[in-house]
């Protein structure tokens, strides 16, 4: 398996939380950034929070305070706990490299809806 494998998506309603997992594959994420990338219908794919090497994180300005990044370097996951969800959270979202992302996995769908 070269891509990582996203999971722990699902349909929630407004205000809940889901964590999601990432199994980084090939990818070592003690020695690259990584990052939570969403992409809804009709958008381009962003970068909704990464985390860096020596651990400092950043999210960008709509999931601030909500969501949280962190990372497993022993197991070579990382993690994205999304609380507070708001419908517009509605994405696939995938993990990945933060700078040239390698070939992207299946990511992992969330619904948030009433």
């Known amino acids: 398996q070269v891509q990582p494998v996203e999971s722990g998506g699902g349909l929630v309603q407004p205000g809940g939380s889901l964590r999601l997992s990432c199994a980084a594959s090939r990818i070592l994420v003690s020695v690259y950034a990584m990052g939570w990338y969403r992409q809804a219908p009709g958008k381009q794919r962003e970068l909704v929070a990464s985390i860096a090497i020596g651990g400092s994180t950043n999210y960008a300005d709509s999931v601030k305070d909500r969501f949280i990044i962190s990372r497993d370097n022993a197991k070579n996951m990382v993690y994205l706990q999304m609380n507070s969800l708001k419908p517009e959270d509605t994405a696939v979202y995938y993990c990945?490299?933060?700078?040239?992302?390698?070939?992207w996995g299946q990511g992992t769908q969330v619904t948030v809806s009433s």
């Open positions: 990945n490299k933060v700078v040239r992302p390698t070939t």
